[in-house]
């Protein structure tokens, strides 16, 4: 839809600050009352916005897995890096899609494709043996890792000494884990 679409536009232009209704229809070329009329309002369209991100992000994550080389432990470090990349690269998008309190989360789409990305990290972490006893610690331990790398790294929080301006990869702080 065009108006997702301008959505996305403004957030790589313009952030979060600059994403409004007339915003999105000026971009889309549409009346400024259609985004209104046809998400019924910003927490509407912020919900298709997202839905959108979600699918990219989970594109990106599923490409960097597919060029990471075989093994189980090689198309994790590859969803992490396809994580990483995607924060990098969109940095108001996957703020909005991860710091936004959704209104309309039992949106169908919103729903589709949030689970559709979890499911690409949830799958790399299958081979694994969980790293407790619940059985979707390793998921959640990594989802935390990568996830939290990411934050830091796009706030400017992470803390490396004043000469070595280089992030830590991913492959670096990822444990071993054991296979099942």
């Known amino acids: 839809m065009a108006l997702v679409e301008a959505g996305l536009d403004i957030l790589v232009a313009d952030g979060l600050p600059g994403l409004t209704l007339r915003a999105c229809a000026a971009r889309a070329g549409v009346s400024h009352a259609a985004p209104a009329h046809h998400f019924a309002g910003m927490a509407g369209l912020l919900t298709a916005i997202a839905a959108r991100g979600f699918s990219i992000f989970a ?10 080389g ?3 432990r090689a198309a994790l470090v590859g969803i992490c890096h396809g994580y990483l990349r995607f924060a990098r690269e969109s940095p108001a998008l ?3 899609m991860f710091n936004h309190a959704f209104e309309k989360t039992d949106d169908p ?8 990305a979890y499911a690409v990290l949830a799958q790399a972490c299958t081979p694994f043996r969980p790293v407790t006893k619940s059985p979707d610690s390793t998921e959640v331990m990594v989802w935390s890792l990568v996830h939290g790398l990411a934050c830091l790294l796009q ?17 670096d702080i990822l444990p071993n884990l054991e296979l099942k």
Do not use: N, W, Y
Not at 59 to 68: Q, W
């Open 59 to 68: 594109d990106a994550m599923a490409h960097d897995r597919d060029l990471a």
């Open 70 to 72: 075989a093994g189980p």
């Open 94 to 96: 996957f703020s909005l």
């Open 109 to 116: 789409d919103f729903k589709t494709s949030a689970a559709s």
């Open 155 to 171: 706030a400017g929080q992470l803390a490396l000494p004043e000469h070595q301006m280089v992030p830590p990869d991913i492959a």
